[in-house]
């Protein structure tokens, strides 16, 4: 689909999958106003997000605290949180009477691609050495002002960080881990050790949520950075990203994930299980059902695993347990992936949208989701830790240390290439191929070729102005 012209003015909107227009433009107007003062002088701030269930709640609660933090005066508008889910970034591109005015944006790639209807955040820029938000934001929200040629001034930021991620976490049983004198593994080769060691015991290792793409891709990220920090961050900022997805590097991933995938009665339910079965439900497998032993989800699994528990109390509290994702090669440091959800603004926007934004921004405001559900953590270094639960608090400690050297996720930053018709399904593939054939070394070299040609086909798809495929995910 082509073109269009922005609501206010010629700037080109980028160009538009007919699912995502027609997604936008039916929920936009829906959804009830659900904070604020209820004065009606003005029209509600409208904020898409991608949070659903018991986050979407949560996000609510911190819409209720906005009029009272310190330093701002009451909000005299209401704020309509739009759920959009995993087609977020459809918000974009609402225009006219469907237009929003802030996007809570996970898939970060697509910023850039936007960026010309998007408007400057209200906030002042920050040093990349800020006790705020971590310097790595600089490279992702950061661009010339409008108008301005880049060598021309400083840069400026497009969004505002509110939630990090911690995508580099395996959650486990630790009773079950006391019961066989098992240890969390440091090292992949330790990791397929301990596989081998409870299968031994017939007990089942790993439950994956492959229903989730995003589940598989987090974990492609972490074995690849792992691998090579410089292939992964070389697919984020070369413009050329063929003779990389096609490199020794990727397929030495792979390899490596074909290892754990593919391996023997490694899987809850197998691979037909585990592509039905979302992110929630493969954390209820090891505190719930007690299926497996081990599940890979980021730190806001932390609300499901508690509030399912098989036990309660001091019990619940001992068994639920993280290690961090294991280190790939001795010579770089074990992975830290992370993702954030970031305020964005519409342009043109209104007064009381860039007071929104910049509410959000204190440092306070993520407080009630904190203390009501958990499975949070602020963007903000000045957010204080003492409402965070001891887990939480060990999830969020690597991210926050100004020498962190986490990343963020690889398929947020290459938006509809790493989404659901790019890398998501070439990992579903893969993942169906190599599933309990592992032993075989040519199948799981047809599946990296296979895996390869389809990143390839979807860069150059892309690069051709995309259709109807299916837009970036969040996740």
């Known amino acids: 689909m082509g073109s269009s012209a922005a609501e206010a003015g010629t700037t080109p909107v980028p160009a538009l999958r007919r699912r995502a227009l027609l997604r936008a433009a039916a929920l936009a107007p829906l959804a009830p106003a659900v904070a604020g003062c209820g004065i009606l002088d003005s029209p509600p701030v409208r904020v898409a997000v991608s949070w659903s269930g018991g986050e979407l709640a949560a996000f609510r609660k911190v819409l209720a605290g906005l009029g009272a933090l310190p330093g701002f005066e009451p909000m005299a508008y209401d704020v309509q949180p739009i759920p959009f889910g995993d087609d977020i970034s459809t918000a974009l591109a609402a225009r006219g009477a469907g237009r929003l005015d802030v996007v809570m944006l996970p898939v970060l790639g697509e910023l850039r691609r936007y960026r010309d209807i998007l408007a400057p955040a209200p906030i002042a820029p920050w040093p990349e050495d800020s006790k705020t938000y971590s310097g790595l934001w600089h490279e992702l929200l950061f661009e010339p002002a409008p108008g301005v040629r880049s060598e021309a001034g400083p840069d400026v930021p497009y969004g505002v960080p509110f939630k990090l991620s911690n995508k580099s976490c395996v959650w486990y049983s630790r009773d079950l881990f006391e019961k066989y004198s098992l240890t969390p593994p440091a090292t992949w080769d330790d990791w397929l050790a301990l596989n081998r060691t409870l299968v031994k015991r017939r007990i089942t290792p790993l439950a994956l949520g492959a229903a989730d793409g995003w589940g598989l891709t987090d974990f492609f990220e972490n074995v690849l950075l792992g691998t090579s920090p410089d292939t992964y961050k070389w697919l984020t900022t070369e413009a050329d990203r063929q003779p990389l997805w096609s490199g020794e590097t990727v397929r030495t991933a792979l390899r490596r994930l074909a290892q754990l995938w593919g391996a023997r009665d490694v899987l809850a339910g197998g691979v037909k299980g585990s592509l039905v079965r979302q992110f929630p439900d493969a954390v209820l497998e090891v505190f719930r059902y007690r299926r ?184």
């Open 292 to 475: 497996a032993a081990m599940a890979v989800a980021p730190d806001f699994a932390e609300p499901y695993a508690r509030r399912f528990h098989h036990a309660d109390g001091a019990r619940r509290e001992h068994d639920i347990a993280t290690f961090p994702f294991p280190t790939i090669e001795k010579r770089h440091p074990a992975p830290l992936v992370a993702g954030g959800d970031v305020a964005v603004l519409t342009s043109p926007p209104r007064e009381d949208a860039k007071d929104f934004v910049r509410r959000l921004a204190h440092p306070l405001a993520p407080l009630p989701w904190i203390e009501s559900q958990g499975g949070f953590l602020a963007a903000n270094r000045e957010t204080s830790v003492r409402s965070y639960t001891k887990q939480a608090e060990a999830l969020a400690s690597p991210m926050m240390r100004s020498s962190s050297t986490f990343r963020f996720d690889l398929s947020d930053q290459l938006g509809a290439v790493g989404g659901r018709d790019g890398m998501w399904r070439a990992l579903r593939n893969f993942l169906v191929e190599v599933g309990g054939s592992a032993d075989s070394a040519g199948s799981v070299e047809s599946a990296a070729d296979r895996f390869v040609a389809h990143m390839i086909a979807i860069e150059e798809h892309e690069r051709e102005g995309g259709d109807d495929l299916g837009g970036a995910d969040a996740g």
